[in-house]
C-alpha cells in the first residue's frame, strides 16, 4: 500500500523560507512522477509543482514560479519542495500525491494523481 507522509510545515514571516518533505513507502519511489498541490482555507485544492521520476522535468504553477523549487533523492524515497520568498498568499495545507502509473508524468492535474498524503500546514504572517 503506497503511504505519503509530509513533513516540514511550520509558521514563517512574509520573506521567510521552509523546506517540505514527501516521505513515500510502499512501491518503488523511483518509477513514478510526484507532484505537490495546496489548498488555502475556503479555497479549491491547487497544482504547485511536480516532478518527473527521473528528476529531469518539472512543473510549476505561475504563482510559485521562481520561488519554489520542487526535487526528489530517489535513494531516499523522498520528495521536497524548498519555499524561499514567502508570501501570506502561499498560506494552506500542502499535500503531496503520487500517480499509479510508471514512468509518466509528471502530471499537473489532480486527476492524474491516486495517492495523497495527509497535509502539512503552512502558515505565512505578514
Same mark, same amino acid.
Given at each position: 500500500?503506497?503511504?505519503?507522509?509530509?513533513?516540514? @510545515?511550520?509558521?514563517? $514571516? *512574509?520573506? !521567510?523560507?521552509? +523546506?517540505?518533505?514527501? %516521505? &513515500?513507502?510502499?512501491?518503488?519511489? #523511483?518509477?513514478?512522477?510526484? @507532484?505537490?498541490?495546496? $489548498? *488555502?482555507? !475556503?479555497?479549491? +485544492?491547487?497544482?504547485? %509543482? &511536480?516532478?518527473?521520476?527521473?528528476? #529531469?522535468?518539472?512543473?510549476?504553477?505561475?504563482?510559485?514560479?521562481?520561488?519554489?523549487?520542487?526535487?526528489?533523492?530517489? %535513494?531516499?524515497?523522498?520528495?521536497?519542495?524548498?519555499?524561499?520568498?514567502?508570501?501570506?498568499?502561499?498560506?494552506?495545507?500542502?499535500?503531496?500525491?503520487?500517480?499509479?502509473?510508471?514512468?509518466?508524468?509528471?502530471?499537473?492535474?489532480?486527476?492524474?494523481?491516486?495517492?495523497?498524503?495527509?497535509?502539512?500546514?503552512?502558515?505565512?504572517?505578514?
Amino acid at each position: 500500500q503506497v503511504q505519503l507522509v509530509e513533513s516540514g @510545515g511550520g509558521l514563517v $514571516q *512574509a520573506g !521567510g523560507s521552509l +523546506r517540505l518533505s514527501c %516521505a &513515500a513507502s510502499g512501491r518503488t519511489f #523511483s518509477n513514478y512522477a510526484m @507532484g505537490w498541490f495546496r $489548498q *488555502a482555507p !475556503g479555497k479549491e +485544492r491547487e497544482f504547485v %509543482a &511536480a516532478i518527473s521520476w527521473s528528476g #529531469s522535468t518539472t512543473y510549476y504553477a505561475n504563482a510559485v514560479k521562481g520561488r519554489f523549487t520542487i526535487s526528489r533523492d530517489n %535513494a531516499k524515497n523522498t520528495m521536497y519542495l524548498q519555499m524561499n520568498s514567502l508570501k501570506p498568499e502561499d498560506t494552506a495545507v500542502y499535500f503531496c500525491a503520487a500517480p499509479g502509473r510508471t514512468y509518466s508524468g509528471p502530471y499537473v492535474t489532480q486527476g492524474q494523481y491516486n495517492y495523497w498524503g495527509q497535509g502539512t500546514q503552512v502558515t505565512v504572517s505578514s
